[in-house]
């Protein structure tokens, strides 16, 4: 059973891998090259193609830009099945952007560093990788320089992002505060996600609405960070994403100390290691709800939601062990019901909760991958194996779709595997969990 479905993910993988050296997340759904998606991808495509798992990396960094940046699309063909497209986002009104590639204007979390390592822990030939590492690891080390030195405007060790899409948890009900605070114009436009999957499971055009209105904000300042934190309506310190910084960070410092040399990027990275890490449990840790919430430095307030990015510092070690405690309870409260697979991406016990509708309640296997190896790393090694099993679980019987329903008993319904199918970072990271 385990070989099969292991056999079965691999051939997923397979058929998602384009000539370019890149793998796309899901056939017609989305056509391009995604960073926090190759991040996964890689883990996953080392267990057993290791060319193709470099490939997929080497690809990626490629598209940088000159400052450092790491978009959040790599459009390497002109495929027009996917709304918004290059066209719309214009990569090219930023003076150091990519001349290669089109891309998006944006970026993503920032997983990079710690799949490096994770590749080196899955292979064999560690030599072999070592020196594939030693030609990746400074243009990864350059975007969190970026990061550090355009996306934190207030020097406080923890970055913005100014996009929703940059969170990779799209439609989060997190964002439903900042929507309220936003009237953007009414949009015509021809949505292509809809094309390919139900939008009962999608978000909704007026949520797109705000989406491209951010997007032209930043476009009409040519994508400038300092001016799109002076003037984005959307501007958020959001604890997934400087958890990933956090956990590449580690990474890149223990890769770079295997290597020998490189004592001033150490430092640097320490340097802020430390400072993110402080600022990370003193900003958006809030103590009545017992969870890490996301911040909102443009109306200055915390967004007090629960969500499964809440969770995500288990993964980079941000909580001490007493925090880890009060955190790990809350999730078993609020989202570990009997009735539940583990891990709703958004509190059910709120009234925003939604079982079937994308980054609104669904399981997603990125963020159960990321859950178990905090739970798992903090000792918690029952509730690591039950999020575990309920992943592979939900792929078994349903398949590798890109998100599942949280709920065990859904009524009628026999599915509950949503969004695209044949999902790529769903099968990598299957194969990284059963091998
Ligand atoms: C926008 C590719 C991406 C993931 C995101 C997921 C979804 C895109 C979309 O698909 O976002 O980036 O069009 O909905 O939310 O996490 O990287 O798989």
Redesign the pocket.
């Known amino acids: 059973m385990k070989e099969n479905i292991i056999n079965r993910a691999i051939n997923v993988l397979d058929a998602n891998f384009q000539k370019g050296g890149f793998t796309i997340?899901?056939k017609g759904?989305?056509p391009f090259q995604?960073?926090?998606?190759s991040g996964f991808i890689a883990v996953g495509l080392a267990h057993y193609n290791i060319d193709h798992a470099k490939k997929e990396i080497e690809t990626l960094l490629n598209a940088q830009w000159d400052n450092g940046f790491i978009p959040?699309?790599v459009f390497h063909t002109d495929d027009d099945s996917?709304f918004p497209g290059h066209d719309f986002h214009r990569s090219d009104l930023h003076p150091l952007s990519s001349k290669k590639y089109k891309s998006t204007g944006m970026t993503?979390p920032p997983v990079t560093g710690f799949v490096l390592q994770d590749m080196l822990r899955i292979v064999d030939d560690k030599e072999d990788m070592l020196n594939f590492i030693k030609g990746q690891i400074d243009k990864v080390y350059d975007n969190h320089v970026y990061f550090y030195e355009n996306r934190d405007p207030q020097n406080e060790g923890l970055v913005y992002i100014y996009h929703n899409?940059e969170s990779?948890?799209?439609n989060s009900p997190v964002w439903d505060d900042i929507w309220d605070t936003m009237n953007p114009p009414e949009y015509t436009f021809e949505r292509k996600?809809t094309t390919h999957v139900d939008a009962s499971q999608?978000?909704s055009k007026r949520e797109y609405d705000h989406y491209l209105y951010i997007i032209d904000i930043a476009k009409q300042n040519n994508y400038d960070d300092a001016k799109i934190a002076e003037l984005s309506p959307f501007l958020v310190q959001d604890p997934l994403f400087n958890a990933m910084l956090i956990k590449s960070n580690k990474a890149l410092m223990e890769l770079y100390e295997l290597f020998g040399g490189n004592e001033d990027k150490i430092a640097y990275l320490r340097k802020n290691q430390e400072r993110s890490i402080a600022a990370f449990n003193q900003k958006l840790w809030d103590k009545e709800l017992g969870a890490y919430v996301h911040y909102d430095m443009r109306n200055d307030k915390p967004i007090r939601h629960v969500s499964s990015s809440s969770f995500s510092p288990l993964f980079a070690g941000i909580p001490n062990k007493e925090r880890a405690e009060v955190l790990v309870n809350t999730m078993m409260d609020r989202f570990g019901g009997d009735d539940k697979y583990l891990c709703a991406s958004f509190d059910p016990t709120d009234d925003r909760f939604n079982p079937r509708k994308?980054?609104r309640g669904p399981v997603w296997i990125n963020m159960n991958w990321m859950l178990y190896r905090g739970l798992k790393e903090y000792g918690y090694r029952e509730i690591a194996a039950r999020v575990k099993n309920d992943s592979i679980e939900l792929v078994e019987r349903d398949g590798f779709f890109?998100y599942f329903d949280c709920r065990k008993d859904t009524g009628e319904e026999a599915r509950k595997g949503y969004g695209?199918d044949n999902?790529?970072?769903t099968a990598a990271l299957v194969i990284d969990l059963l091998k």
């Open positions: 997340p899901s759904l989305y995604w960073k926090w998606d959040h699309i996917y993503q899409w990779g948890t799209d996600d999608r978000p994308y980054w890109e695209g999902f790529s970072w």
